[in-house]
């Protein structure tokens, strides 16, 4: 059993920073491809970036490319989710999930992993 726990969020006004944090317990946080996705109110949960489980490989939406930038410490069990430049219509609660077998661009491929239980970020115009 995994667990996964965001932080980071928070309020922020456009154009600015935020970096989120997503920690695993357990001592196989190395063997997943992890994944971070957002949901706003009345939307489908959208991809935002995907990592391997070495690292090596990233995946970031076309959307966030250039300002949101994923990366991972196995050492420490933990993903992160660097967001600059955030845009007032990127409020929304930030998933992080964890998936065996590589990473995913696609929710519902996490959905046998695991997911935390999001952090909300809000941007003010």
């Known amino acids: 059993q995994v667990q996964l726990v965001e932080s980071g969020g928070g309020s922020v006004q456009a154009g600015g920073s935020l970096r989120l944090s997503c920690t695993a317990s357990?001592?196989?946080?190395?063997?997943?491809?992890m994944g971070w996705f957002r949901q706003a109110p009345g939307n489908e949960r959208e991809f935002v970036a995907a990592?391997?489980?070495?690292?090596?490989?990233?995946y970031h939406a076309e959307s966030v490319k250039g300002r949101f930038t994923i990366s991972r410490d196995n050492a420490k069990n933990t993903v992160y989710l660097q967001m600059n430049s955030l845009k007032p219509e990127e409020t929304a609660v930030y998933y992080c999930a964890a998936r065996t077998g590589g990473y995913s661009q696609t929710a519902s491929q996490y959905d046998n992993g695991y997911w935390g239980q999001g952090t909300q970020v809000t941007v003010s115009s």
């Open positions: 990592i391997s489980t070495g690292g090596g490989r990233t």
């Open positions: 357990g001592r196989t946080f190395s063997s997943y491809g």
